[in-house]
Structure formats: C-alpha cells, structure tokens
C-alpha cells in the first residue's frame, strides 16, 4: 500500500469506496468535501483506492476530520490506524473534532480523542409540517452571497470556529434561509442535495422555535422525497419535530475531540448563545 493525495484519483473510485461500505456519498458529494479540504487516499500496487481520510481546517486552531474509510478487506489488518497516523502528521491545527462510527471509536480513542456526544442521523420520507406561524418579531427570507459576512459571524458563534471557506461554497449550491429580528440575522438553514436526496445543514439558531422556524419550508419543499439532517439534539421541541416530520434516527455517531473540547465551551456560555441545531455533515461538523 502507498499513500497519495486524494485530488490524484478519479471521482468514481472514490464513490465505490464509500459504496463498499454502504455510506451514500455520490461522485459529486466526494467532489464537494475535496473542494473544501484536504486528504490522502490509500492505493494497492495496481492503483486501486482501498481506503481514504480527509480532514477540514477551520482557521489557524481547529480542523475536523472525516470521511476516514477502508475497504472490508483491511478493516481488521490496522489500515485506519495507518492513515490516521499519516493524517495527523499532515494537520498543524492542535484541536481536532469528529464524528466516529462505532466501529472507528476505539481507534481514535487510542489516538487521545475524547468522548462528547451522540449525533442523530435522522432521515427519511418527509411529511409535510403543519402551517405554522414565523416566531414574533422576526421574518424569513432566502440567503444570498450578500449574507455571507453575517451568516459566517453567528455560525463562527455557534460552531467556534471561522468557517468561511464552507459557507462560501454552500451558499451558491444550496437553498439559504435567514431568520431576520430587527435586520439582523438570528438563524440560518441550508438545504443542498446529497446522497439518496437532501440534507439539511447546517443550520445555526439559539432556540428550538427558531430552528424549526427555518427548516420548516425545506421540510415542507421536499415532503414526499427522502430529506436527511444530522443532530445533537436528543429531546425537546426541535427534536419532536423532526419526528413528526417523518425524520426519524436511522443511526448514530459520535462527536470527538482532541486538544481543546469542542462543544463544550458553549455549554459555559449564556443560553442565549446560537449553537448548531444541524450539522454541514459527519466530516465537515
């Protein structure tokens, strides 16, 4: 096996790779996450891609690392291991945050990552949300490139770290919308196509009423498709939603740190303070 840069391969073979282990991604899903990072595919000596690991920086102190996958055939003989090691020798950024499988989550414990929480894989046949009146004082409109300053403060808010880069790239390739309370923005979802259908994310509010505020019309558009969103959260209004709305929990993964916790600097803030009620996916956070 050698190591190569994951720009050097062909779109396909990384889609059979995700393919042969039953996760969804399309040619054009891997397309988007190699536009945004950085990453290493692992190749036999006929140049077959057996197995793959990128990671996302977030400014000069964070990045997130994802879409870490071996075939079957190497799974047991230590192959994650291999390029994780690679990886982490790649990445300057001192904290690193992920979502793990249950079957990767010993590895990267024995890498000196740390346990925070569970991500909700909710999907599904979506149904249509009862109308429902937009939260006092406040309006929806969609979001265009104009948006990016404001939606890159309250998501750096959120989610603690500067991600400009990927909300530049969604904003033109997704459905936006704003939650606006006197001219400011207070809430954002995103909704693009992605695997079987589409998924919602990210999406960044500082309640449940805002939140379900702005996934509403993208539930609503898509009712009767199969429509995907990733969450931590576990109860409440925001999740009642979800279930309501035919999004129910297909599986679950496991949020990850190493360095500086991740979420938890949130949890020591205000209640007030926006957090990430949907994540952009398991490897962009």
Same mark, same amino acid.
């Given at each position: ?11 396909e073979q ?103 929480a569970v ?31 404001? $939606? ?17 790239? $969604? ?40 939140? $379900? ?68 996916g398991h490897?962009?956070?």
């Amino acid at each position: 096996m050698r190591i190569a840069d994951i720009n050097t391969v062909d779109l396909e073979q990384l889609h059979a790779l995700s393919i042969g282990v039953g996760w969804p991604h399309r040619a054009d899903d891997w397309q988007f996450v190699r536009e945004l990072g950085k990453g290493v595919v692992a190749l036999d000596e006929v140049d077959r891609v057996l197995g793959s690991a990128m990671w996302f920086a977030y400014g000069e102190d964070f990045a997130t690392i994802g879409l870490v996958i071996t075939s079957p055939r190497l799974q047991a003989r230590g192959a994650g291991q291999w390029l994780m090691d690679h990886v982490l020798t790649e990445i300057p950024q001192h904290n690193l945050g992920l979502n793990s499988t249950r079957a990767a989550k010993r590895l990267y414990h024995s890498l000196d990552f740390t346990t925070e929480a569970v991500v909700s894989q909710c999907q599904g046949e979506a149904f249509s949300p009862a109308p429902a009146e937009t939260p006092p004082g406040a309006e929806l409109r969609a979001l265009d490139i104009a948006d990016l300053a404001a $939606i890159t403060a309250l998501d750096k808010e959120a989610f603690g770290a500067d991600r400009t880069a990927l909300l530049a790239r $969604i904003l033109p390739s997704s459905s936006g919308l704003g939650l606006i309370r006197d001219g400011q923005i207070e809430a954002f979802s995103f909704c693009r196509r992605f695997g079987r259908g589409h998924v919602i994310g990210p999406v960044a509010a500082s309640s449940d009423a805002d939140a $379900i505020a702005v996934i509403r019309p993208h539930v609503a558009e898509h009712a009767g498709k199969f429509l995907r969103l990733d969450t931590r959260e576990k109860s409440g209004a925001f999740s009642d939603f979800l279930s309501q709305c035919g999004l129910s929990v297909f599986d679950t993964v496991t949020t990850m740190s190493r360095g500086r916790p991740w979420l938890a600097v949130r949890e020591r803030r205000h209640a007030a303070t926006p957090k990430i009620y949907a994540l952009a996916g398991h490897a962009l956070g």
